[in-house]
C-alpha cells in the first residue's frame, strides 16, 4: 500500500535531528556547518536570501552533494561536513534531509520552520 506524504514526513523526521533558528545559527558559526538553500529562485526573490547560504535548487540537490557524482559541489559533496537545509518552512527540507542520509551525509538535517522561522527569529536576511 502507498504511503502518504504525511507518513513519509515523519518518516524523514525521525531520522533528523532537526534545528530551530538559533540552533542552525550557532552550528553555522561556531561547527562549520553548511546551511543549504533549497528554496526556489520565486521564493528567493520574494523573501530574500540567507547571507552565506548555498543556493541549491531541489531538483538538483542529490547530484550537488553525491561526493561520487560529476555535477558534484564541492561545498556540499562533503560527507563530513554538517548540512542543514532549508525550504520555506520546514518541509520539504525534511524529505529532501533524509534523502542526503541516505548519500551518506549521516549528520544532514533540516531547518525546524525553514526561512520563515529563520526571518521570525530576527536572524540575519538580505
Known amino acids: 500500500m502507498a504511503k502518504t506524504v504525511d507518513e513519509m514526513l ?16 550557532e552550528a553555522i558559526e561556531t561547527d ?12 528567493r526573490a520574494n523573501d530574500r536570501t540567507v547571507l552565506n547560504a548555498v543556493h541549491i535548487p531541489r531538483n ?3 547530484w550537488r552533494c553525491d561526493p561520487t557524482s560529476p555535477h558534484r ?9 554538517r548540512l542543514v537545509l532549508m525550504c520555506d518552512e520546514g518541509y520539504a527540507s ?4 533524509a534523502a542526503l542520509q541516505e548519500l551518506g ?3 544532514a538535517t533540516d ?4 526561512f520563515q522561522a529563520w526571518r521570525a527569529a530576527g536572524l540575519p536576511v538580505r
Open 60 to 62: 538538483v540537490l542529490e
Open 73 to 81: 559541489d564541492e561545498r556540499v559533496a562533503d560527507t563530513t561536513k
Open 94 to 97: 525534511s524529505l529532501a534531509a
Open 32 to 43: 562549520g556547518a553548511v546551511l543549504v538553500d533549497i528554496r526556489s529562485d520565486n521564493q
Open 10 to 25: 515523519a518518516e524523514a523526521r525521525a531520522k533528523l535531528e532537526r534545528l530551530v533558528p538559533m540552533e542552525t545559527n
Open 105 to 107: 551525509h549521516h549528520d
Open 111 to 114: 531547518l525546524e520552520g525553514g
